[in-house]
């Protein structure tokens, strides 16, 4: 009888285990699903939409005295704050390091990213993002005094060329300019300096953010050296994984911007604030 007893009790047990089992799988898929089509909703909840940006990146996102105040203000934002608008809800920028702005995003630190980011294969598979919004060609950046001397990929053998840490221009250094030596830096003025300096070669940006900071310093140009861009390079903004919703909102506002041209006239507005703000 208590060997009867005994089986009759592990069978019960094993129904149990695997009821509770079923159970809390059930309950973490219904979490998961939560997750992914609440995202708008708690935003619009909260009444506050946080970006995680990197303020270093004029015209696109910078910094700039108003009324005496020190702001954060660019393409992006005028951007972001349109979006906001359309959700009806106010805007909380968090600026940080480049590097730093996809883990504020990862952990839940900011609602979404927005800093020039591309939306690479690799990204994709830990963020969604938006519909490309931009998309800029790169340009190698020089010193004017050596004009003559880069102007091929290959007379960047073994030089030093600068790209912001965990940007898209670090991969354009690596595959494009393979024989150079990458040097990375987390802010975009402090590789300026360095070109300034002579502390690196050459320097990899974005044509926009590189024309603005050409129109700041004489000494530098864009050298003759032809890189290719893709569709891969494009702005978008990263979101959390599943947000289903809130992109399919974001994607409608931005298709909107882009259609009417009013992206571009942002960054022709934020690239003459951007050198102003040097002037002053």
Known sequence: MKK?????????????????????????????????????????????????????????????????????????????????????VKVEFMDMEFSAVLTALQQGKVDVAISGISATEERQQTFDFSMNYYNPPQKVMINKKNADLYTSIDSLKQKKVGAQKGSIQENVVKEQLGDAQIVSVAKVPNLVIELNQGSIDALVVEETIGAAYIAQNEDLMFADIDLVSNEDEAYAIALPKGSTELKTEIDKILEGLTKDGTIEEYVQKNIKLANESTDQ
């Open 4 to 88: 009867y007893f005994g089986i009759i009790l592990t069978a019960m047990m094993v129904i149990t285990l695997t009821a509770c089992g079923s159970g809390e799988k059930k309950t973490a898929s219904s979490e998961s699903a939560k997750t992914e089509t609440n995202q708008l909703e708690a935003i619009k909840k909260a009444g506050v939409l946080k970006v995680g940006t990197s303020a270093d990146f004029a015209p696109f996102e910078f910094h700039k005295m108003v009324d005496g105040k020190d702001e954060i203000v660019g393409a992006d934002v005028d951007m972001v704050n349109k979006i906001a608008e359309e959700l009806g």
